[in-house]
């Protein structure tokens, strides 16, 4: 199939991982990586939206505070994580930068950007569950690279 996360077989997976899903030279020599953080395992658990919303705005803010490499973080559709797309940000890089950003979410004491102004739906966040999902997924550090069942 022509979406990559498609050609993965998300009953094999072992979440919480982060794994290099996409990587693509442009013609000027840049390269993109872009990152699956996946926090909960496919078709057995997901974030509910609020939290979703919330990791994203806060991680989408404050990763721009430790890097000008970050294009974009996006929530999956199915609620199991987000994506990364990084200029040229390689994976040992990439987790040490998760991880220093996951860790200002948790000291965070507000959700950027969650008013009807800079929102679509400002009153769909959850700090406290963004929180409790982060804490989580940076408990599992030392595995994030295992991405396969076989791995763990």
């Known amino acids: 199939m022509n979406v990559e996360s498609f050609n993965l077989d998300h009953r094999e997976v072992a979440a919480p991982y982060v794994r290099v899903a996409d ?41 721009r505070n430790h890097t000008d490499k970050l294009i974009d973080f996006s929530p999956m559709g199915c609620q199991t994580g987000f994506y990364a797309l990084t200029l040229g940000v390689e994976e040992d890089a990439f987790l040490e930068l998760l991880e220093t950003t996951f860790r200002d979410l948790l000291d965070a004491e507000e959700v950027p950007a969650a008013n009807e102004v800079q929102c679509g739906w400002a009153a769909s966040h959850d700090l406290a569950g963004a929180k409790d999902a982060v804490a989580k997924f940076l408990l599992a550090r030392d595995g994030w690279t295992n991405v396969m069942k076989a791995d763990a």
């Open 23 to 63: 990587r693509k030279v442009l013609p000027g020599g840049d390269v993109l990586i872009k990152y699956d953080v996946r926090f909960a395992q496919p078709n057995e658990e997901h974030l509910e939206m609020p939290t979703v919303h919330s990791i994203e705005h806060t991680t989408a803010e404050l990763m």
